[in-house]
Structure formats: structure tokens, C-alpha cells
């Protein structure tokens, strides 16, 4: 069983940068793959970045890329989503997950672990 905590969110305005972390428990987690997701009022969960379990290959989306970066440090069972450039676009509540399977996918339901998820409200 993985749990995850995500940290970090708050309200910004447009421009703006925030630093989101997610904290994980146990010992296996330099196996998995982490992402990062958000989902907005209304709309669908979306994939924003994720990240192989070396930190060696990142992916995002093209939403965001250029402006975000996701990055681990597995001795510390911890992964970041560094968001520059923020828009009022980028509001939703952002979720980190855990997946499993090393091969790194961007599908919603191909991560087992869930947050709780952190809110980031961009102000224009």
C-alpha cells in the first residue's frame, strides 16, 4: 500500500509560480512511476506530468509544457511539479499518483495510487 500527501497548492496570480510536492510512503517507491494530474470544476481529470522511476524520463503535457517541470528524489520518496508561467487556465486541484507498472503512461487509470490533491488557484 502506497500513501500519498500532496503540499504546495494556494492562490496566485497570473504569472505567478508555485512549487507543488508530494510526500509517499513506503520502501518501494524508487520503483514507481509518479505523476502529476488536475482536474478542474466540471471538467475531466487531466494528465499534466509524469516521471520514470529513475528520474531519468519525463513527460507532460503539451498544456503545460515549457512551463511546468516534474522531477523526484527518490531518497526522499518525494516528487515536485515546479509551475511557472501560471495562467487561470492551470486552476484545478492537482493530484499526484503512483504507478506500479515502470512503463510510464499518461491514461488516468493506469496509476493504482491516489492523493488527496491540492488546490491551485491562478488569479488574472
Known amino acids: 500500500q502506497v500513501q500519498l500527501v500532496e503540499s504546495g497548492g494556494g492562490m496566485v496570480q497570473a504569472g505567478g509560480s508555485l512549487r507543488l510536492s508530494c510526500a509517499a510512503s513506503?520502501?518501494?517507491?524508487?520503483?514507481?512511476?509518479m505523476g502529476w494530474f488536475r482536474q478542474a470544476p466540471g471538467k475531466e481529470r487531466e494528465f499534466v506530468a509524469a516521471?520514470?522511476?529513475?528520474?531519468?524520463?519525463?513527460y507532460s503535457a503539451n498544456s503545460v509544457r515549457g512551463r511546468f517541470t516534474i522531477s523526484r528524489n527518490n531518497a526522499k520518496n518525494a516528487v515536485y511539479l515546479q509551475m511557472n508561467s501560471l495562467k487561470p487556465e492551470d486552476t484545478a486541484v492537482y493530484y499526484c499518483?503512483?504507478?506500479?507498472?515502470?512503463?510510464?503512461?499518461?491514461?488516468?487509470?493506469?496509476?493504482?495510487?491516489w492523493g488527496q490533491g491540492t488546490q491551485v488557484t491562478v488569479s488574472s
Open positions: 516521471v520514470s522511476w529513475s528520474g531519468g524520463t519525463t
Open positions: 513506503g520502501r518501494t517507491f524508487s520503483s514507481y512511476t
Open positions: 499518483a503512483a504507478r506500479t507498472e515502470r512503463k510510464t503512461t499518461v491514461v488516468t487509470g493506469g496509476y493504482d495510487y
